[in-house]
């Protein structure tokens, strides 16, 4: 039986599965740190309730009032908090966008990319928020808005992997992700989905990271596609000498 072919075998055995997942979570160790921090916080969400954790959220959220005040703290902090109580869906959604994404661009540009994404977002769409209140189209207590989560760095991480994907498929799915949140901010217009459309404009303005030292193209060094394969040259030759 062919190498090749005896390791494909043995990957789908039940018994290499847990050593498959390992070393999946090892390739990315920002994604799945991450993901277990906020699978902590989840569960402190899920112990808390009413008042209490309503004021835990907003003390990290990216809101114009610590914005102006403290933004080096909210923005880190609103990182490690979900927007909701269910943790499962971003198991899927890191699982399939940020780790595969950490390992291609590296975890500095990874991280630079979602975090580029994440501040431009956020000030953008608060920013706008500060001017709906200003001119009075907008309630004043949004001063004080609840904003947390990693919606943000996920959708620019998001974007920047577009590069990744072959056309035609790349049109296709950043053609889904665009009517997916145009439409959302155009059936309901607010701060929250204003951010989401610019973390994709942002990410994709992102794509010079994506391009290796000397501008050879977007694949990364690490690329398993872009070692160069070797050629054998001992075929249909003698033995010479040793």
């Not at 004021?55 to 979900?82: G, M, R």
């Not at 609840?146 to 920047?160: E, M, P, Q, T």
């Amino acid at each position: 039986m062919p190498e090749s072919h005896a390791h494909i075998l043995d990957t789908v055995r039940p018994q290499s599965w847990p050593a498959a997942v390992w070393r999946y979570v090892r390739s990315a160790p920002l994604t799945y740190a991450w993901l277990a921090a906020l699978l902590v916080t989840t569960i402190i969400q899920r112990q808390t309730h009413g008042r209490e954790l309503h004021d835990l959220l907003v003390e990290s959220s990216t809101n114009i009032h610590h914005l102006e005040t403290d933004p080096l703290y909210v923005l880190v902090t609103s990182l490690f908090w979900i927007d909701g109580r269910f943790w499962t869906p971003y198991l899927v959604l890191f699982s399939l966008i940020l780790a595969p994404a950490e390992r291609w661009l590296g975890q500095i540009r990874w991280l630079t990319v979602g975090l580029i994404a994440h501040v431009l977002a956020t000030y953008l769409s608060e920013g706008l928020l500060y001017l709906a209140i200003h001119n009075h189209l907008a309630p004043e207590r949004l001063v004080h808005v609840r904003d947390v989560g990693v919606s943000y760095f996920l959708l620019g991480v998001g974007a920047v992997l577009a590069y990744r994907i072959p056309r035609p498929w790349r049109w296709g799915y950043l053609g889904a992700a665009f009517v997916c949140f145009g439409a959302a901010l155009v059936v309901h217009i607010n701060f929250t989905a204003i951010g989401h459309l610019a973390a994709l404009l942002v990410g994709l303005c992102c794509y010079p990271l994506t391009r290796r030292r000397g501008g050879g193209g977007l694949k990364t060094a690490a690329d398993p596609a872009t070692r160069p394969r070797r050629r054998s040259t001992s075929r249909g030759r003698s033995p010479g000498p040793r």
